[in-house]
Nanobody
C-alpha cells in the first residue's frame, strides 16, 4: 500500500513560484512511477510530470509546463517535489500526486494510488 500526502499549494500572482511536496513511504521511492497531475473545473485531468523513482531522474513533462516546472525526489525524506516557477493563471488547478508500477516501456496508463490533492491558484 502506497500512501501519498500532498502539501504546498496556495495562492500566488502570475510569475510567482510554489513548491509542492508529496510525502510517501520509503518503499515508494524505490522503483515505481510517480507523478504530478492537475485538474481544474470543467477540464480533463492532465499529467504534469511523471518520473521513475528507482534510478536516474528521467522525467516526462507536459508541454504546458516544460521549462517552468521541475520534479525531483528526496530519498532521505521520502518526498517527491514539484517546483513550479513563472506560474500563470492557466496553472490554476487542484494538484495531485499519484503512483503506479512502471510498465516495461513508457509510462503508466492508470495510477493505483492518489493523494487528496492541494489547490494552486494563480491570479492578480
Amino acid at each position: 500500500q502506497v500512501q501519498l500526502h500532498e502539501s504546498g499549494g496556495g495562492s500566488v500572482q502570475p510569475g510567482g513560484s510554489l513548491r509542492l511536496s508529496c510525502v510517501t513511504s520509503a518503499d515508494a521511492l524505490r522503483g515505481i512511477c510517480m507523478g504530478w497531475f492537475r485538474q481544474s473545473p470543467g477540464k480533463e485531468r492532465e499529467g504534469v510530470a511523471v518520473m521513475y523513482t528507482g534510478g536516474p531522474g528521467v522525467v516526462f513533462y507536459a508541454d504546458s509546463v516544460k521549462d517552468r516546472f521541475t520534479a525531483a525526489k528526496a530519498y532521505d525524506k521520502n518526498i517527491l517535489y514539484l517546483q513550479m516557477d513563472n506560474l500563470q493563471p492557466e496553472d490554476t488547478a487542484m494538484y495531485y500526486c499519484a503512483a503506479a508500477p512502471c510498465p516495461p516501456v513508457g509510462w503508466p496508463k492508470e495510477y493505483n494510488y492518489w493523494g487528496q490533492g492541494t489547490q494552486v491558484t494563480v491570479s492578480s
